[in-house]
């Protein structure tokens, strides 16, 4: 289901969108190329970022949260598959502020969740500091108004009461 969100999100902004609104800004519509290049770096995420990432959140993060240990060897792995595609990360965002080009889009938000559970759930942050060009698209994802209103959700679930 996970593979099928990013089609999904991308029918959900053409069929609601109206021209000059932020969805087809998401979707780079104001030119073919931008709308490639969203299309190009979304399918990086999911075939090559998530793939890497989401190994470290469900050893770090889930299995924890659900009574399991890690299994540090699958953690070490995916941490040098990440790096490998963070290092591409970090050469496309020395030119633009976003992968797509210099507009927030549907490639960076897909990167979102995921991105956050290991920043804020786990101690491989640094994989992301280290790279400053990587750092600082981030940042500005963070600081983007929508972002501030989620992220405290996201943190409850990391972080569940003593009670539960």
């Not at 109206?18 to 979304?42: F, I, N, R």
């Not at 699958?74 to 080009?101: F, I, M, P, Q």
């Amino acid at each position: 289901m996970i593979s099928e969100s990013r089609a999904i999100s991308r029918y959900v902004l053409r069929k609601y969108a109206s021209p000059g609104t932020k969805a087809t800004d998401l979707l780079g519509e104001s030119s073919v190329e931008e709308s490639a290049m969203v299309d190009v770096w979304t399918e990086v995420e999911a075939h090559q970022y998530q793939p890497a990432i989401e190994h470290i959140v469900q050893q770090c993060v889930i299995l924890p949260f659900i009574g399991g240990s890690r299994d540090q060897v699958v953690v070490d792995e995916s941490v040098g598959k990440l790096e490998k595609v963070l290092d591409v990360y970090e050469a496309r965002l020395w030119t633009h502020a976003y992968l797509a080009g210099d507009f927030f889009s549907l490639a960076d938000l897909v990167h979102f969740g995921i991105t956050y559970y290991l920043v804020a759930g786990t101690e491989y942050a640094t994989l992301l500091e280290s790279r400053a060009n990587v750092w600082a698209w981030w940042g500005r994802i963070m600081a983007r108004p929508s972002v501030k209103k989620v992220a405290p959700l996201i943190h409850l679930w990391l972080k569940p009461s003593s009670s539960a």
